[in-house]
């Protein structure tokens, strides 16, 4: 079945950091999620890529689609406190419809004030 | 809107007892998703519903488990008999009709130990 690989598993940052999260998948995605989970929370949506190469920002989150839409990274500039939690990716499962999302183990973020 | 609502919140019991996790999902959303997280495994897909039907339940662990979705505002998750093995988060989740944005919607999940 397909996998959803995301390294680093763990990240410490101090705060003013840049952070990056990278995502792989072992098969092509038609699009690709991102989901932010804080520390005792749920899973809560980020934002969707569609398109090969895409490259979407959210204040001081860069998300971008690789060109064979197979990888995706998170980029967080200056991290912040706010920042803290778990940041997974999810892709639809191949050639069963867009609505079945297979997670990434996630890359916990802590910022160190 | 109040979003996705689960419960209980939290679900303390014994070995060999039946245990029901709850969810509403948002009004006129025809997806709906159990998930189950653990240190170990992460977020893993237990079931879904399109429309109050079942489509994929490859992901739920064994007979022990079984979930309902008897109408479109109300599902169940049931765990019978539990086993310390299935301690874990169990998050309910829904998403919006058929189209290009499926974003899913997460409750705030059920925090379940099994002594």
């Known amino acids: 079945g397909q996998q959803v690989m995301q390294i680093p598993q763990y990240q410490h940052v101090q705060e003013g950091e840049d952070f990056t999260t990278y995502c792989n998948s072992s098969?092509?995605?038609?699009?690709i999620q991102w989901y932010k989970q804080r520390p005792g929370g749920h899973p809560v949506f980020l934002i969707q890529?569609?398109?090969?190469?895409e490259v979407k920002k959210q204040k001081r989150l860069t998300f971008q689609f690789g060109e064979a839409k197979k990888n995706s990274s998170l980029h967080i500039t200056a991290t912040q406190t706010t920042d803290v939690g778990t940041y997974f990716c999810a892709g639809p499962e191949s050639g069963a419809g867009s609505y079945q999302l297979t997670f990434g183990k996630g890359t916990k973020l802590s910022v160190i004030p | 809107d109040a979003g996705v609502i689960q419960s209980p919140r939290h679900e303390v019991t014994e070995m060999g007892q039946e245990v029901t996790l709850r969810c509403k999902p948002i009004?006129?959303?025809?997806?709906l998703f159990w998930y189950r997280q653990t240190m170990m495994r992460g977020l893993e897909l237990l079931i879904y519903?399109?429309?109050?039907?079942?489509?994929?339940d490859s992901g739920m662990p064994e007979d022990r488990f079984s979930a309902k979705m008897p109408n479109a505002s109300f599902s169940t998750l049931k765990i019978q008999p539990s086993e310390p093995r299935d301690s874990a988060v169990y998050f309910c989740?829904?998403?919006?009709?058929?189209?290009?944005?499926?974003?899913?919607?997460f409750g705030p999940g059920t925090r379940l130990t099994v002594l």
């Open positions: 009004s006129g959303h025809d997806y």
């Open positions: 890529l569609v398109k090969s190469g």
């Open positions: 098969t092509t995605l038609s699009n």
């Open positions: 989740a829904s998403s919006p009709r058929a189209g290009a944005y499926n974003e899913q919607f």
């Open positions: 519903f399109n429309n109050n039907v079942p489509i994929d």
